[in-house]
């Protein structure tokens, strides 16, 4: 127990972090492009948030919420998922009263008591973003085309863009009445869970993955033949400024997304190299939920993605990054004497921002520059008695086996040339 991690989390370090800050770096430069800033939510809010946000009929907030009550008996719950304490975030701080569209983006961990498997994690992260106070259909534009750019400077290629429109709450109303309808003279073919959303949510049956269930539903109405006309044109300028971008998109009457809220748009990014969990990518149009939480009606539409999901894609397609640690320059010590030197000297450097390393497990010289050869370093100089008598020391460049030599009171200043430009 005490050298396992609890299922379905992950230790993030190594090569995987090296992709991870990638990933953070063309996240935030994205972000900055496109002009929505971050925000950050704590990690847990009231329970009441999310079965009112993320819907009460929904797998997350019926099974799969980390939820207890704290010493304070709050009912607490682990985010399950970004949108809904970034819309608590909005009202509560009165977002709505400066320029909107407000946009906003962020990183955060999400805890969903799912079962694991690859591309599915108990604690996760999402990168997400929400923007509000348009319903128009340039603002769905807006963020399928972040998206859509993300995925490009990851060098994902291989998705494909799902897209589907479910309607306004009236369109919705009354496809439910046609599928139930429908579903009605099929009853006996439903697996239990289905027959258990027919009455609280019967578009999430289309989502069913039940070998049964799927052969029934190849005949069912479709969301799309219930569109008002309002909606069905909201739908088609979209459609139209994806075309615009030369965004490809596939229209998939599918696509229903496993959260209560969505209104009109609805899109997933469906990657081919990853296995049955391929959506890196899944998002919408939620008109209704600010209202829902207590808002004035404020229109939104955001996305999330799974970063896991997203690294697994960019390692499918462009392997394993390989961890190339780096420093600057090793500083070894032969002696005693010349620790204190070593240690002044490593100081300094560092403050000049040149990364360096010495010696911390009295290592012999010959074991000193294995290590130093083993992390990385792109130069490195023992310093003995004779060289602090000297002021002389020999740098050795450890790619091309280089050598000069340097005073040692000259280390930083020739390092800050070798190095030059990094800060
Ligand atoms: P979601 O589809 O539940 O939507 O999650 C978004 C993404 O998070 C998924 O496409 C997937 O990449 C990732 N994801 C979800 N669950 C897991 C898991 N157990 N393990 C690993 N990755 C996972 C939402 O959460 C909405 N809040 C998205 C949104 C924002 N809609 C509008 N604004």
């Not at 890196?280 to 229109?299: M, Q, S, W």
Request: a negative charge; glycine letters at 8%.
């Amino acid at each position: 127990m005490l050298t396992n991690a609890p299922r379905g989390t992950k230790d993030i370090y190594g090569s995987y972090m090296n992709t991870w800050k990638k990933l953070e770096g063309i996240v935030n430069d994205i972000c900055e492009n496109y002009g929505f800033k971050e925000i950050r939510t704590p990690i847990f809010e009231h329970t009441e948030l999310f079965q009112r946000g993320v819907g009460e009929t929904t797998d997350i907030v019926q099974k799969e919420m980390y939820s207890f009550m704290d010493k304070g008996e709050r009912n607490i719950t682990l985010k399950p998922e970004g949108t809904a304490g970034v819309v608590r975030a909005y009202l509560e701080r009165k977002m709505y009263a400066d320029a909107q569209p407000t946009k906003l983006f962020y990183l955060t961990p999400a805890f969903r008591y799912e079962r694991p498997q690859a591309g599915r994690y108990r604690q996760f992260h999402q990168f997400g973003v929400e923007l509000f106070g348009s319903d128009k259909p340039s603002a769905d534009a807006e963020v399928i085309s972040l998206a859509a750019s993300l995925l490009k400077n990851l060098g994902i290629t291989n998705v494909e863009l799902h897209i589907n429109s479910l309607g306004g709450p009236e369109c919705r109303k009354k496809y439910n009445k046609t599928l139930k309808e429908f579903l009605a003279k099929n009853m006996d073919s439903l697996c239990p869970t289905c027959l258990e959303r027919y009455e609280k949510n019967p578009l999430r049956i289309l989502d069913c993955k039940n070998e049964k269930c799927k052969e029934v539903l190849k005949d069912a109405p479709l969301a799309k033949d219930e569109l008002s006309d309002e909606c069905k044109v909201h739908f088609e300028e979209l459609l139209s400024l994806l075309d615009a971008m030369e965004i490809k998109y596939i229209v998939d009457p599918w696509i229903v997304r496993g959260l209560d809220y969505y209104t009109r748009t609805v899109f997933e990014f469906i990657s081919n190299d990853i296995g049955a969990q391929g959506t890196v990518c899944g998002g919408g149009r939620y008109d209704k939920l600010i209202e829902e939480c207590g808002g004035n009606a404020t229109p939104a539409v955001g996305f999330g993605a799974g970063i896991e999901r997203l690294i697994m894609t960019m390692e499918a397609v462009n392997g394993e990054q390989e961890y190339v640690p780096t420093r600057d320059i090793y500083v070894g010590a032969m002696g005693d004497n010349a620790k204190k030197t070593t240690f002044s000297l490593v100081n300094s450097l560092r403050d000049n921002n040149i990364s360096s390393e010495t010696d911390l497990m009295n290592r012999s010289v010959k074991a000193q520059m294995k290590y130093a050869n083993k992390i990385g370093c792109k130069y490195s100089v023992i310093i003995g008695d004779n060289e602090i008598e000297e002021n002389n020391v020999t740098v050795k460049n450890m790619e091309t086996r280089e050598q000069t030599d340097v005073k040692i009171d000259e280390l930083v200043d020739f390092m800050k040339k070798e190095i030059g430009g990094k800060f």
